[in-house]
Structure formats: structure tokens, C-alpha cells
């Protein structure tokens, strides 16, 4: 007799990590049971890969930022002396290691648009598709931080919608190369002839446009995906139609169910308005677990976390988010007084998320409240506790699964793993099993490649003319 659960709604977890020291929860790293000093060990990752495949998490997903957070004081000096994402180390190099020790588990790594030319770049992507055989995606950002433009020698980042429009065309050139250039056939691999590649049946991509002119061929043979799966974070109106247009998973950061709800129906929507279906996209909330085995236990480890908070590496952060300039304000400032109306909104909001909308709130507390868990709402509970809120979560809100960000690594995930995973099968909503394949078909059910009503379908080459 089939199982009465087997065809629930299947929760989706992915971890979120940043090749870092401090990345959502600053100030925790001087916690005794955290490793993430070890972020520029590859045994930190490998046994961070394990640790997730065992939990069967869909993937592994990997912040990144190129340059300080230096907003705060107009300087690099508060994030490194907090360590607020400040050393970071490129996230790329890490995942073939990761692949190795691992056979399911996918890699969503984030890579920006603005400072790298496609085409190396698009050789990068290729290569890392063929050495995890297509568990690999791609989280495109277009950045957000001056001081990386700063650093590569431009005056200030591009204005956000041209942001938006560089990085339109930046995939249109990815997509060339990996989805039109190769047929599926180009490799013969023929040792008597002593041909390896059928040079008719690889072709130049011709792309010139507004920002790149790239005329030749692809240099990588068609990997198991050609185009990693595409994940996305940007929630304004350019950044959400952007994300119907390409994206296949979606990063949102939300601190109320109320904005969750808000946010997954407008990002379906605007897959719908973009030829697509509104469930194309798997949409991930951010979310920050302290679990143990009993709900006292559970809240008894969220108190000690809270010693450990660091009040400057999360305004560090916060003033980066914001684009403002949190060392201007006092610590014991109420945030009332502070005339900044993108503020104030969202201190309600986290007001609201933390139950405390009846109180004043100041620097000092705001702060605070970011140092477990950032940005993101944190559950605190039993696994069986936790499963529960999860579950309503996703049943109230439309989202497919979580991102979870670690208060301390790898405790965060082992405790997950440990709690709250069995608890979750227990509902019938967690799989029990991977799904053989590769990442865009563990995600999706549909296959290796695009669907056809994917903006990328276009380039192809069996939907070409004469191909």
C-alpha cells in the first residue's frame, strides 16, 4: 500500500554559507564550538558537504561579495575588525573539492555580472558542470557594494536598472556559448580517424551588442546541464521581472510571513508574465534554525548565542543592506529619532517579526536582534517544534524551501540535520532519497536543460533555423 504522505509537498533545504569568517550571525565566530576560522581549509568544506548530503539537503548555497562592507564610517576598518564578511575568499574554487566527497548534493554559487567578462567566465561555469557531472547553479548578481566597483577602477557601480540591462545581455552571451555554439553531437571522440571533434558542428556565436562584442566559439565541449541552473536574489520591481525572465530557484530574505507571501506571489507572477509557469521557479526563504532535543534546550543554546553577539559587525552589515551609515548614530539612539524613512521601516518590520511592536527600539537593539541570523526571522525549538513552524510556513507563505544560515558552523546544520530532518519526514514532507540526475532535474523533475519556455530556450541550437 503506497504512503499516505508520499505525494505531500516536499520541503527544499538549501544551507547558506559565505567563504568567510562572519557571514549572517557576526560576532559568533568567537562562539567555542564554531569552526568557521576554518573557511580557508578545504576540510572545513568537505566536512561541511558530507554533513549536508547526509541531511539530504538540495544544495549548498554560497554568498559572495567582491569588496568590504565599508559603508559603515565610510571604511573598511569596522568589518575587519568584526570580520563582518570581511576577510572573504572566492567561492568558486571550493566546489570541485565538495563534489568529490559528495554524490548528490548541489552548489549554488553566487558570481557577479558587473566586473568579469562572459566569456571566461562562461569557461569557469562549463568546467565546474563537468567536474560535479551537473550539480552546479549559478546565483547571478549584479552587486551592490561601491567598493568592489571602486576596486576595479570605476567611480561608482552602474545605476540599478542598467545593472539589470548589462546583466540581460551578460546572459544572453553565457547563454551563446554554452547553449548554441556545440551540437550535442560535435565530439566524435574517433580514434581511428583521429578526429576528436566534428569542427562543422561547432559554430560561432556572433554576439555583439551594448556591452560585449564576443564573435567566435565556445572553448568547452556541452557539459551535463551546458547552463547551470540560474539562481537569483534581487527583490525590486527591475530585480523580480529579471528573475521571471531567467531565473529557476529564487534567494528571498524576509522577516514576516506577511512579506514572504508578498514577495513568492510576485515573483511567480512574474515568471507568469514572462511566458513561464509561476511554479518554474523554486523559491528559497532565508531562514536561521536553533534546534536541540527539547524546545528548553532549544531556547537555553539561543541564550548563549546571544552572549556572543558582536553590536558593531551587525551594523557593519546592516549599513551595508541599507546604504546607511550606522556609526553616525548612537548606540542607545532610539531608531524613532533617526529621519530615514528606509529604516524606520524596517525596524517595524523586525519589530513585528520579533513580537516587540510596542517598544522603542534603538541602535543598539537593532543590532542585536541582526547577530543570530542577519537579515532572516530565526525559529527556535525542538526538531519537532521546528518542523511544525516549517511546514506552516510553507503552507501559509507558497515558498518551496528554506536557506538556512548558520548561527555556528557546522553545529547550525549538524543540529538540523540531527533534529529537524527526521522530524520532517515524519509529516511526509521531506524526501527520504535524492533524486537521481542532475541539479536541475533533482530541483525540478524535467530534465538536464532548459524548459522550453525558458527565455535561454531560444539559443538552443535544435530550436535554430539552419542549425
Not at 527565455?455 to 542549425?467: D, G, T
Amino acid at each position: 500500500m503506497p504512503d499516505a504522505t508520499s505525494n505531500q509537498r516536499k520541503i527544499l533545504f538549501n544551507a547558506f554559507d559565505m567563504n568567510c569568517v562572519a557571514h549572517q550571525s557576526p560576532g559568533l565566530w568567537r562562539h567555542p564550538d564554531d569552526h568557521a576560522r576554518d573557511y580557508n581549509k578545504l576540510s572545513y568544506w568537505t566536512n561541511l558537504a558530507q554533513i549536508l548530503e547526509r541531511g539530504l539537503f538540495d544544495g549548498l548555497f554560497i554568498a559572495d561579495v567582491l569588496g568590504p562592507y565599508d559603508v559603515y564610517g565610510s571604511s573598511s576598518e569596522a568589518a575587519l575588525t568584526s570580520g563582518a564578511q570581511t576577510p572573504v575568499n572566492d567561492p568558486f574554487l571550493l566546489v570541485s573539492a565538495m563534489a568529490a566527497v559528495t554524490q548528490n548534493l548541489g552548489f549554488g554559487v553566487t558570481a557577479g555580472t558587473a566586473y568579469e567578462h562572459p566569456y571566461p567566465f562562461a569557461r569557469r561555469l562549463a568546467t565546474l558542470d563537468h567536474l560535479t557531472e551537473g550539480r552546479v547553479g549559478w546565483n547571478v548578481v549584479t552587486g551592490y557594494l561601491p567598493s568592489a566597483a571602486k576596486n576595479i577602477g570605476q567611480d561608482d557601480q552602474m545605476e540599478h536598472d542598467e545593472r539589470y540591462n548589462h546583466a540581460d545581455e551578460y546572459l544572453d552571451v553565457v547563454y551563446k556559448l554554452l547553449e548554441s555554439s556545440w551540437e550535442d553531437d560535435a565530439v566524435l571522440y574517433d580514434k581511428e580517424s583521429g578526429v576528436f571533434v566534428d569542427h562543422t558542428k561547432v559554430h560561432n556565436i556572433e554576439h555583439e551588442g551594448t556591452y560585449f562584442k564576443t564573435p567566435g566559439i565556445a572553448v568547452t565541449e556541452p557539459s551535463p546541464q551546458r547552463t547551470p541552473v540560474i539562481y537569483q536574489a534581487g527583490a525590486s520591481t527591475r530585480g523580480r521581472a529579471f528573475a521571471g525572465k531567467h531565473a529557476e530557484a529564487v534567494f528571498i530574505n524576509s522577516p514576516t510571513d506577511e512579506l514572504i507571501s508578498g514577495t513568492v506571489k510576485k515573483i511567480r507572477q512574474a515568471a507568469i508574465d514572462a511566458g513561464r509557469d509561476g511554479g518554474d521557479v523554486k523559491i528559497f526563504s532565508m531562514q536561521t534554525i536553533v534546534t536541540g532535543a527539547t524546545d528548553e534546550d532549544a531556547w537555553a543554546k539561543y541564550r548563549e548565542l546571544t552572549q556572543y553577539v558582536d553590536p558593531l559587525g551587525g551594523l557593519v552589515l546592516m549599513s551595508g543592506w541599507m546604504g546607511a551609515d550606522f556609526s553616525k548614530f548612537e548606540l542607545d539612539e532610539p531608531i524613532g529619532e533617526i529621519e530615514s524613512n528606509a529604516i524606520q521601516s524596517a525596524v517595524e518590520t523586525f519589530k513585528k517579526a520579533s513580537g516587540d511592536e510596542g517598544n522603542e527600539w534603538t541602535v543598539r537593539q537593532l543590532a542585536e536582534w541582526c547577530g543570530v541570523g542577519g537579515f532572516g526571522p530565526v525559529i527556535i525549538g525542538s526538531g519537532e517544534t521546528v518542523a511544525k513552524e516549517l511546514v506552516r510556513i510553507q503552507d501559509e507563505t507558497d515558498v518551496d524551501g528554506f536557506n538556512l544560515a548558520y548561527h555556528i558552523t557546522p553545529g547550525t546544520f549538524e543540529d538540523i540535520v540531527e533534529y529537524v530532518v527526521p522530524e520532517l519526514q515524519k509529516l511526509g514532507r521531506y524526501k527520504t532519497e535524492y533524486t537521481e540526475g542532475t541539479l536541475r532535474n533533482k530541483l525540478h523533475g524535467e530534465g538536464d536543460h532548459f524548459k522550453d519556455n525558458h527565455y535561454a530556450s531560444k539559443f538552443i541550437l535544435r530550436n535554430r533555423v539552419n542549425a
